[in-house]
C-alpha cells in the first residue's frame, strides 16, 4: 500500500509541476573567440549560438534530465572568468493551437475564380473565393501584383515536409532548421497518428503553389516557405530563442501557432533569452525594418481563457490574430482579449467549413482548425505587403493591418467605437483582413515614423477590493506629448496584485474618451494565489468572493508623434504596373473592383524608422548604467537594483528576492509556489501563499506544498486501499467457493464397495442419502451384521428375488 501511495504522489506531482531541468545552459561569452575553449574547460560541448554572444552548453557530467537545478555545474560555469551571465535550461510547456474535430463531407458551393485555378481542393476553398468580401479580398490582391514573390516566411512548429509537391516548388532552405536536432533538414518525424502534421498544414496555407493540379493555393502561392523544427522535443528558453532568431536578415515573417497552456489557469510568457530575440528581431531584422512575428492568439475559449494572461500574444512586437468561422461567429476555441489586432476566418461548428491545406505523407486536409490556421493566413496577406512595398517596418505592418481590417460579417456582442472612430472587438480585434486594401494602401504608404514612449507610474496604493466588489485607480497622463507621444499605437498596464483566486480577478482600462478594454476577464479555473507580478497587460484598443489588493501599476504608451501618413501618388487599383503582374494561367478573368483606400490625412513629415535610430534622450531608462534597448536595462547605476528591464530602489515585497544577474543587483524571480524566498528553487522558500503549507525538509530546504493538492493526493490514495481491499475480499470468496466445489466433487466421487468379481458397482439408489447409518435388510434372514449396508449409495445384487422390492425405477440393471 505504501508503495502504490508513494507513486500516486510521485505522478501526480511531475503531471502538475511538469518542470524538468536539463543538462543544458545558455551562456553568455563576450569573446566569442573563447566559447570552445571555454566549453572544453568546463566540461561541456557548445551546441552553437543562440544569440549575438550567447551560446548553448550542454554539460557532460550532469544528467540529461531531472527535477531541481543542477547548483555545482552552474556555480563553475557562472564563476568563468570569460562567462558574463548563465542560465541552466528547463522544460516549458508549449501547446500547437490545433483542434482535432473531424467535420463533416463539405457540400459544393459556387465560388469566384478569376484566376481559373486547377488547384484540386481551390472549390472548397470559401474563405479565399466566396466573393462579397466575405474572403479576406485576397484574389483582388492577386489581381493587383501581389503573389508573395521575394519574401522568407518561415513555420516556427513541428518541422514541414519539404518533399511536399505542393511546397517543394517554394521550399526556402535558408528559412530552415531543426533545432531539436540540430540540424539543418526540418522534415518532421513520422508516427502512426501524424502528430507532427501541424507546421506542414500552417506552411500549405501560406505558400501551397498555385495552378499545379495539387492540394490547395497558397496565399503567398510565390513566396519563400521554410519551418523551424522545434515543437518535437524538450522547448526551452534557448530553443524559443534560437527559432525567434533564425537568419533574420533573410527570413521576413515568422509565424507562430503555438504557446502556454490554453488552460484558463496558466499566466506564461517568454523567458530572458526568447524576449533579447524578440528585441533584436524588431531592432535589427530585416536590415534594420524588424522582422514580423505573427501569432496565434489561443484556443483556450472552452475553458474561458484569457490571450492577455499568454506573453507572446499579449506582447507589442507580435501580431496577435484571432478566428472566425465561416457565418461570423465567434468560435467555440476563441479567446477574448484587447491584444488581438485582427482576425482571419478558420473552423466553427460542426455545421461549418473548415480550412484547406497541404498534410503529411504527400496529401490533402480539408480539416485544418483553430487560431493555428488563423496565423498562416495572416502571414500570407503580410507576404503580400512586404513584396509590394519592401520597406514597411514591423509597425507599419500593424498600421495596416488595423486601418484596412472590417466587420464583414462578424458577429459579436462587445463591438465598440474607439476614441478615432474605429470598431473593435475583443474577440475579432479591428475585424478581418482585407488583403486587397492593405496591398494597395501598402504601394503608397510612406511610413508610422520613430516610435516614442511615455511612461507614468501610480504611487504604491495597495488598494483592497472586498469580495464582490468593484474599485478603481486613476492615472492622470497630461504631459505625454512632451515624450513625443501625439498618436498612440500601444497601451501597457503593467500591475502588480495579489488575490486570494486570482481567476476572480477582472481589470479595465477606461480612456478619457470613454474607450472600454477588458484587460483581463474572469477564469473560473484560475485558482492560483500568485496573483499578477508586474505582468504587462496589453490593449491595442485606444489608436467571485476572493479579496484583491491593488498594490502598484503603470501605464506605457507607445506611439508618434505624429499621424502616419500617405505621401506617394496612388497607383490606380485596375492599372497594376506590368512589372507587378501575377503569374497567372491563360484565359478570361473577370473584372474586380477594389476596394477604397482608406481616408488618410494630409501628409506629415518622413520620419525615420526607430530601429534606425539611436536611443534618444526621452527613452533613456532613469538610473541605467548598460541600456540594451528602449525597452531593457542590463545594468543599473549603484544603488539601485534591475528589475525587469528597470531599476528601482528595492525588489518588491513578494515574488522576489535580491539576487545578481549580469554580476549586478538585481530582483530575481522566486519559484512559483512561494510567496518570499532567498534563491530561485523550490526548496528555498520563506513563506507560502494562503493555499500552501511551509515544509521543512532540513535547514536549508523548504518547500511550499499546495494543501489542495495534498489533500487530493490522499483523497486519491484512499480509493487504492478500497479498491485493494476489496480487491482481496473477492479474492477470498473465490477461494473459498473453488475449496467447496473442489471438496464436494471429492466426496462425490469417493472409492464405492466392489462386487465379488472385483468390479465397483455403481448402481445409484436414489431413495438413499449420504451419511446414512447402517442399515439391515429385514427380508434376508440370518446376522444382521452380515446385512448391513456400509456406503451410502445402495446396489443389491439382481438375482435376488427380493432386491426388486428396493429397486427404484432409474436403477441400473446388472
Not at 467457493?737 to 466426496?747: D, F, Q
Request: aromatic share 8%; net charge negative; with cysteine.
Amino acid at each position: 500500500m505504501a508503495l502504490c501511495r508513494g507513486i500516486l504522489i510521485a505522478i501526480l506531482v511531475v503531471d502538475l509541476v511538469h518542470c524538468h531541468f536539463i543538462n543544458q545552459w545558455a551562456v553568455e561569452i563576450e569573446d566569442e573567440s573563447q566559447v570552445e575553449a571555454v566549453a572544453a574547460q568546463l566540461n561541456c560541448r557548445n551546441k552553437g549560438k543562440i544569440l549575438d554572444g550567447i551560446f548553448l552548453f550542454e554539460h557532460d557530467h550532469v544528467t540529461k534530465r531531472s527535477a531541481n537545478p543542477h547548483d555545482g555545474a552552474h556555480q563553475s560555469i557562472t564563476e568563468h572568468a570569460h562567462v558574463k551571465w548563465a542560465e541552466q535550461q528547463k522544460v516549458l510547456s508549449r501547446k500547437k493551437r490545433q483542434m482535432w474535430r473531424l467535420p463533416p463531407p463539405s457540400q459544393a458551393q459556387k465560388y469566384e475564380d478569376f484566376l481559373n485555378l486547377n488547384d484540386q481542393r481551390w472549390p472548397q476553398m470559401w474563405y479565399l473565393n466566396r466573393g462579397g468580401k466575405l474572403d479576406m479580398n485576397v484574389q483582388e490582391a492577386w489581381l493587383a501584383g501581389a503573389t508573395g514573390k521575394g519574401v522568407s516566411i518561415t513555420i516556427l512548429d513541428d518541422g514541414i515536409e519539404r518533399s511536399h509537391p505542393d511546397l517543394v516548388a517554394n521550399y526556402d532552405h535558408m528559412a530552415s532548421y531543426d533545432v531539436n536536432d540540430n540540424d539543418d533538414d526540418p522534415t518532421p518525424r513520422y508516427d502512426l497518428i501524424d502528430s507532427n502534421r501541424h507546421g506542414t498544414r500552417c506552411a500549405g496555407e501560406v505558400s501551397a503553389t498555385a495552378n499545379n493540379s495539387e492540394c490547395a493555393v497558397g496565399i503567398a502561392y510565390e513566396s519563400g516557405i521554410g519551418g523551424v523544427r522545434m515543437l518535437d522535443g524538450d522547448v526551452t528558453d534557448a530553443v524559443e530563442a534560437r527559432s525567434l532568431n533564425l537568419n533574420n536578415q533573410h527570413v521576413a515573417i515568422y509565424s507562430a501557432s503555438w504557446g502556454p497552456d490554453d488552460d484558463g489557469k496558466t499566466v506564461d510568457g517568454p523567458g530572458r533569452l526568447a524576449t533579447q530575440a524578440f528585441l533584436q528581431g524588431i531592432a535589427k531584422g530585416r536590415g534594420g525594418k524588424g522582422s514580423i512575428f505573427v501569432w496565434a492568439s489561443g484556443n483556450g475559449g472552452r475553458d474561458k481563457d484569457n490571450c492577455n494572461c499568454d506573453g507572446y500574444t499579449n506582447s507589442v512586437w507580435t501580431l496577435s490574430v484571432s478566428s472566425a468561422t465561416e457565418n461570423g461567429f465567434i468560435p467555440w476555441y476563441s479567446e477574448a482579449c484587447s491584444s488581438t489586432l485582427a482576425s482571419t476566418y478558420s473552423s466553427g461548428s460542426s455545421g461549418e467549413r473548415k480550412v484547406v491545406t497541404t498534410d503529411l505523407h504527400h496529401i490533402c486536409t480539408s480539416s485544418h482548425t483553430g487560431t493555428s490556421a488563423s496565423a498562416p493566413l495572416a502571414a500570407g496577406i503580410v507576404a503580400l505587403i512586404l513584396q509590394v512595398n519592401p520597406s514597411l517596418n514591423w509597425r507599419d505592418v500593424q498600421h495596416l493591418t488595423v486601418r484596412c481590417a472590417h466587420v464583414a460579417n462578424l458577429r459579436a456582442t462587445d463591438w465598440a467605437v474607439n476614441g478615432v472612430g474605429r470598431n473593435f472587438s475583443h474577440s475579432f480585434g479591428y475585424g478581418i483582413m482585407d488583403a486587397s486594401c492593405m496591398v494597395r494602401t501598402a504601394r503608397v504608404w510612406e511610413g508610422a515614423g520613430e516610435q516614442r514612449k511615455c511612461s507614468r507610474s501610480a504611487d504604491r496604493i495597495d488598494l483592497i477590493i472586498p469580495g464582490r466588489q468593484a474599485n478603481k485607480a486613476t492615472i492622470q497622463v497630461k504631459d505625454c506629448s512632451g515624450d513625443g507621444v501625439n498618436f498612440l499605437e500601444h497601451v501597457q498596464a503593467q500591475v502588480t496584485l495579489s488575490a486570494t483566486k486570482r481567476g476572480d480577478v477582472a481589470i479595465f482600462l477606461i480612456s478619457p474618451s470613454g474607450t472600454r478594454s477588458s484587460l483581463i476577464a474572469k477564469r473560473p479555473r484560475d485558482y492560483s494565489r500568485a496573483g499578477f507580478q508586474g505582468w504587462p497587460f496589453l490593449t491595442v484598443h485606444n489608436d467571485g468572493r476572493s479579496i484583491v489588493e491593488l498594490k502598484e501599476w503603470s501605464l506605457s504608451f507607445l506611439g508618434t508623434s505624429e499621424e502616419p501618413q500617405i505621401v506617394k501618388a496612388e497607383p490606380s487599383p485596375e492599372s497594376p504596373s506590368p512589372s507587378d503582374k501575377p503569374p497567372v494561367p491563360s484565359g478570361p478573368i473577370a473584372p474586380v473592383d477594389g476596394a477604397e483606400v482608406p481616408n488618410l490625412s494630409v501628409p506629415g513629415s518622413n520620419l525615420d524608422d526607430v530601429s534606425k535610430q539611436m536611443t534618444t534622450q526621452s527613452q533613456v531608462i532613469a538610473h541605467c548604467k548598460e541600456q540594451m534597448s528602449q525597452e531593457w536595462c542590463s545594468v543599473c547605476e549603484t544603488g539601485f537594483i534591475q528589475h525587469n528591464g528597470r531599476c528601482v530602489d528595492s525588489c518588491p515585497a513578494q515574488g522576489y528576492f535580491l539576487g545578481e544577474s549580469n554580476r549586478a543587483s538585481a530582483c530575481i524571480a522566486c519559484y512559483y509556489s512561494c510567496q518570499t524566498c532567498n534563491g530561485p528553487n523550490d526548496y528555498q522558500c520563506s513563506s507560502c501563499f494562503g493555499d500552501a503549507t511551509l515544509e521543512e525538509e532540513s535547514p536549508t530546504q523548504r518547500f511550499c506544498y499546495n494543501k489542495s493538492l495534498i489533500q487530493r493526493v490522499f483523497y486519491s490514495s484512499r480509493w487504492y486501499y478500497v479498491l485493494s481491499v476489496g480487491f482481496l475480499i473477492n479474492l477470498f470468496i473465490v477461494v473459498i467457493l473453488v475449496v467447496y466445489i473442489m471438496r464436494w466433487r471429492r466426496s462425490r466421487d469417493r472409492v464405492l464397495p466392489t462386487r465379488a468379481n472385483g468390479t465397483v458397482n455403481r448402481k445409484y439408489s436414489p431413495g438413499k442419502l449420504p451419511g446414512d447409518a447402517l442399515l439391515s435388510n429385514p427380508l434376508k434372514g440370518g446376522n444382521s451384521s452380515s446385512a448391513a449396508i456400509t456406503v451410502p449409495f445402495h446396489d443389491y445384487d439382481s438375482s435376488s428375488e427380493e432386491d426388486q422390492l428396493y429397486r427404484k425405477p432409474y436403477s441400473d440393471n446388472a
